[in-house]
């Protein structure tokens, strides 16, 4: 708490394939992100290809810098997503 400006926090998501199914939530905006699908960059990306996404995304209206990492089955198999974003400006006044 309190590295982020004006006390935000950033988000944090688990996808099953391409679709959000668990999420943080974001304190200022009071919103969970379940049920959203990535878009096709990220999932070709994360599950086809198994490299991390790095990049800017909008939550809840507000720009993040988002990273996506594959998420494997005990047999290595690619099955979902973790995600972590923080807030790229100030979410107050």
Request: proline share 4%; with cysteine; hydrophobic share 35%.
């Amino acid at each position: 708490m309190g590295s982020l400006p004006d006390q935000a926090e950033g988000t944090t998501a688990i996808h099953v394939g391409d679709t959000s199914v668990a999420s943080s939530r974001q304190r200022l905006q009071g919103q969970r992100a379940i049920g959203e699908v990535v878009d096709d960059e990220v999932g070709s990306t994360v599950l086809d290809s198994g490299r991390p996404w790095l990049g800017t995304r909008s939550f809840g209206g507000l720009s993040h810098v988002a990273g996506y990492e594959p998420l494997v089955d005990g047999e290595g198999r690619r099955v979902g997503m973790l995600m972590a974003a923080f807030p790229t400006a100030r979410t107050c006044a």
